[in-house]
């Protein structure tokens, strides 16, 4: 099953308008010399820069998501922004449930599953984070959590052209540890059992499913490689040119 790699960066809270304009303008630079591409380009900014960041990528096939969103389409949600509001900006794509907000936000795996919900119905496809905390590895929980996560924040009509799967591991995230190849391997391939069993073989087997935590250049082409790790979900090294090129330059080596 061909799945074309999804190269995404997760900027986070980084980036006041001259750097994130510097950013995006190179980045649209280099993918527009990277020729044909093999793998697709995902940037998600924050919420601030995303109308410039998206008018820095004209041109460019590199799509621009956000890191979160409400699920309701409008209202008394102070603070929030809606699936429709992303959408105006040209948003293509949205984070859900990444480990730093199911932490700093409490979001519940309930939560997240409306937000795709949402995001979904407003013509988004979202990035739906799942990940262990090193305490529930070390507890030898690593497939089970990943698994009731899924079950609690994919929703059930999800199919391969709306929802990406990124397995971080919370305790690989801005740590320079990662797992090794074949724990990565082990828990993508279980997560895709997971899912078809939940959306279908069909579905599952078309899903993409990236990697994410401490993903950098040097590593890249060890996690790329693996038959179920179709992309990667990059903070830290999405923030430097040349970094989030070299790692989409692994990417397109590994063709599947
Ligand atoms: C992330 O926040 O999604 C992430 C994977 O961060 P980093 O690459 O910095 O570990």
């Not at 986070?12 to 950013?23: F, H, P, Q, T």
Request: aromatic letters at 4%; proline letters at 3%; hydrophobic letters at 40%.
């Amino acid at each position: 099953m061909a799945r074309k790699k999804l190269i995404a960066g997760n900027w986070k809270m980084n980036g006041l308008m001259e750097d994130g304009i510097a950013l995006a303008k190179g980045i649209a630079q280099e993918v527009k010399a990277f020729g044909k591409s093999e793998c697709e380009f995902l940037v998600c900014p924050p919420f601030t820069l995303l109308a410039s960041v998206k008018k820095a990528l004209r041109g460019a096939k590199v799509a621009l998501g956000a890191q979160d969103v409400h699920f309701a389409e409008k209202g008394a949600h102070t603070g929030d922004i809606s699936p429709l509001m992303l959408k105006d900006l040209g948003c293509t794509y949205v984070i859900i449930g990444h480990s730093e907000r199911r932490a700093d936000h409490f979001e519940s795996n309930e939560l997240i599953c409306k937000k795709a919900v949402a995001a979904h119905a407003a013509g988004l496809k979202t990035v739906i984070c799942i990940g262990e905390t090193e305490a529930q590895r070390d507890a030898g929980k690593t497939i089970d959590v990943c698994k009731e996560q899924i079950l609690g924040s994919v929703p059930d009509d999800s199919t391969a052209a709306d929802t990406v799967i990124a397995y971080e591991p919370v305790w690989a995230i801005g740590t320079g540890k990662t797992p090794t190849a074949k724990d990565v391997e082990e828990v993508h391939a279980a997560v895709r059992k997971v899912l078809a069993k939940k959306i279908g073989k069909g579905n599952a087997n078309k899903m993409k499913i990236l990697y994410g935590g401490s993903v950098k250049p040097s590593n890249a082409k060890e996690f790329l490689s693996l038959p179920d790790v179709d992309g990667a979900l990059i903070g830290g090294a999405s923030l430097k040119v040349a970094d989030f090129m070299a790692i989409a330059k692994n990417a397109s080596e590994n063709k599947k």
